[in-house]
């Protein structure tokens, strides 16, 4: 088992900037991928970033690449989004997830989730 705990979520102004942190403990050995999902009200859960564990690969959504920053450490087991140029439109519940599948950007692929946190943008 593996649990993640996510922490730095708030309200900001559009333009700005957060960053969310994800804590791992377990078997994080047992998994691949480490990524993050957002999830708006009414809206499907959407891919946001992750990275490849064993060699810090990184993927982007088209939503947010060019402003978003996935980072790792693994010896802390410890995950960042660094969140930039900051819209309304990233208002969103943000998960960070781990699993061992093969497709990064597929929610399907990840096993352990965290239990979100809010990132509110305001205009």
């Known amino acids: 088992q593996v649990q993640m705990v996510e922490s730095g979520g708030g309200l900001v102004q559009a333009g700005g900037s957060l960053r969310l942190s994800c804590a791992a403990s377990g078997r994080t050995d047992s998994t691949y991928f480490t990524g993050w999902f957002r999830q708006a009200p009414g809206k499907e859960r959407e891919f946001v970033a992750a990275?490849?564990?064993?060699?810090?690969?990184?993927y982007y959504g088209t939503s947010v690449k060019g402003r978003f920053s996935i980072s790792g450490d693994n010896a802390k087991n410890t995950m960042y989004l660094q969140m930039n140029s900051l819209k309304p439109e990233d208002t969103a519940v943000y998960y960070c997830?781990?699993?061992?599948?093969?497709?990064?950007?597929?929610?399907?692929?990840?096993?352990?989730w965290g239990q979100g946190t809010q990132v509110t943008v305001s205009s």
């Open positions: 997830a781990a699993g061992a599948g093969v497709v990064p950007t597929s929610s399907y692929d990840y096993r352990y």
């Open positions: 990275r490849r564990n064993s060699d810090n690969t990184k």
